[in-house]
């Protein structure tokens, strides 16, 4: 069983910076890709970006060049940095991992068996 936090959510600015982090816990996830998705006003999740577990990255068109994932595998975390943020960004952002470490990365939520409470990031205009 993985637990996953996220934090580090909160309001900017229109152009402001936050780091977004998800701690795993219960056991290490450093052979399983790991992912960021997003939800706007509660509705379904979208894709926002994954890491494999050897640092490979793929990011949704809206924010490549903006966002960057990175991980930790000593720590056993993933993060997220959101540069040049916009009102459109709001989100409650979710970190997930799949079931199976060496599962291949996807940008399907669907592929992804561990969620964390998800944080909310809002970007003011």
């Not at 997003?38 to 890491?51: E, L, M, N």
């Not at 793929?58 to 966002?67: A, E, K, L, N």
């Amino acid at each position: 069983q993985v637990k996953l936090v996220e934090s580090g959510g909160g309001m900017v600015p229109t152009g402001g910076s936050l780091r977004l982090s998800c701690a795993a816990s219960g056991r290490t996830v450093s052979g399983h890709a790991m992912a960021w998705f997003r939800s706007f006003g509660g509705q379904d999740r979208y894709f926002v970006a994954y890491i494999t577990s050897n640092g490979r990255t793929d990011y949704t068109d809206s924010v490549r060049g903006r966002f960057t994932i990175s991980r930790d595998n000593a720590e056993n975390t993933v993060a997220l940095q959101m540069d040049s943020l916009l009102p459109q960004d709001t989100a409650v952002y979710f970190c997930a991992v799949p079931l199976l470490p060496g599962s291949l990365a996807s940008r399907s939520k669907y592929e992804y068996h561990y969620w964390g409470q998800g944080t909310q990031v809002t970007v003011s205009s």
